[in-house]
């Protein structure tokens, strides 16, 4: 339903944030639609955004010609590659806290088998950890884990 790092709503760029961060790496260069390079502002401010598609739900977008794209995407890299010299890596306040709130409370409930998480609400638990990939695999752990729960 809702993921927070450090009290601040995010969505997957700010998650994979958190692996790049780990390893030192600049993200140069989003794409997306407008939520998305809105969202990767906040973590790397200086990457270069390149809009391709409007989102119309979670499952469902409105694409530009393939043509458009590839030009947007292409000149966006170039230019992303070219500017690497001021892309630093995504910083995080540590320690780093994660709550991932979901659906429904079972999934709360599931997710506390995972080492180093706790439930702080109904349906939301904060993971710890104080290693920024550790905490992304945690995270996806929680994630594969309770989504069974609402697959069915």
């Not at 639609?33 to 270069?48: M, R």
């Not at 010299?85 to 659906?103: D, W």
């Not at 506390?112 to 993971?127: D, F, I, N, S």
Request: hydrophobic share 50%; glycine share 6%.
């Amino acid at each position: 339903w809702e993921v927070r790092i450090n009290g601040e709503v995010v969505g997957e760029s700010g998650i994979n944030a958190l692996v790049a961060a780990h390893y030192g790496v600049p993200i140069i260069f989003v794409s997306g639609d407008a939520v998305t390079t809105q969202e990767a502002q906040n973590i790397a401010p200086n990457a270069e955004k390149v809009v391709v598609k409007q989102s119309l739900g979670r499952f469902a977008a409105a694409h530009m010609h393939p043509t458009l794209a590839c030009e947007l995407l292409r000149a966006g890299a170039t230019r992303a590659v070219g500017n690497l010299n001021i892309m630093p890596p995504p910083k995080f306040a540590l320690p780093v806290s994660l709550e991932v709130t979901f659906l429904i409370a079972d999934m709360a409930e599931m997710a506390q088998w995972v080492r180093g998480v706790e439930r702080v609400a109904p349906r939301t638990v904060k993971l710890f950890n104080d290693d920024l990939l550790d905490l992304y695999r945690m995270f996806v752990t929680v994630v594969t884990l309770t989504r069974a729960l609402v697959d069915s």
